[in-house]
T-cell receptor, first 115, second 110 residues
């Protein structure tokens, strides 16, 4: 069973709604990631947090707002999204030490549909 | 040139066949390499790490060629359950640079 839990698994929202995706990892890792996966595209890295500090923001629009209150929890706050934001949003965690990270462990993803 | 490139496939092979996938990467300073498997509408899961000397796990063999900057995955005696998309993952410079390929789709046919 996955050590990374994401909720909700499915979300349908209108363009004016505000919602949040939640991720929790039970693996004791110190790095967490948000990825976006759209049809026929590679996984796109959105945000990286290491020891609760954001270290990567890949030119993600401000309608996506991450929050990492501690090393086990990661949120992605969504507001005024566009239909093209419909995708599978995957959370992952890894253990980073001495300049390298181990493999990423993924949650099952939150499938988002924006109407 | 893309950072990580894979042939998207699909590769349609009969049961029992041997199939090989290649993945090329552009950053010569890349440090770690993995193959992930992703089933339809599921999350990616680690299949195997790729070590410099090559490594094998049952029917799966992974190879790394640093000089030519590619990694490969060989699947012997293909099973129906091997049908999935196989993702090449390259790590460079610590946790920031985790780059996924687009994936190669494999369909094993009865």
């Amino acid at each position: 069973e996955t050590g990374v839990t994401q909720t909700p698994r499915h979300l349908v929202m209108g363009m004016t709604n505000k919602k949040s995706l939640k991720c929790e990892q039970h693996l004791g890792h110190n790095a967490m990631y948000w990825y976006k996966q759209s049809a026929k595209k590679p996984l796109e890295l959105m945000f990286v947090y290491n020891f609760k500090e954001q270290t990567e923001n890949n030119s993600v629009p401000s309608r996506f707002s991450p929050e990492c209150p501690n090393s086990s929890h990661l949120f992605l706050h969504l507001h005024t999204l566009q239909p093209e934001d419909s995708a599978l949003y995957l959370c992952a965690s890894s253990q980073y030490k001495q300049g390298n990270t181990g493999e990423l462990f993924f949650g099952e993803g939150s499938r988002l549909t924006v109407l | 040139r893309k950072e990580v490139e894979q042939d998207p496939g699909p590769f349609n092979v009969p049961e029992g066949a041997t199939v090989a996938f290649n993945c090329t990467y552009s950053n010569s300073a890349s440090q770690s390499f993995f193959w992930y498997r992703q089933d339809c509408r599921k999350e990616p899961k680690l299949l195997m790490s790729v070590y410099s000397s090559g490594n094998e796990d049952g029917r799966f063999t992974a190879q790394l060629n640093r000089a030519s900057q590619y990694i490969s995955l060989l699947i012997r005696d293909s099973k129906l359950s091997d049908s999935a998309t196989y993702l090449c993952v390259v790590l460079s410079g610590g946790y920031q640079k985790v780059t996924f390929g687009t994936g190669t789709k494999l369909q094993v046919i009865p």
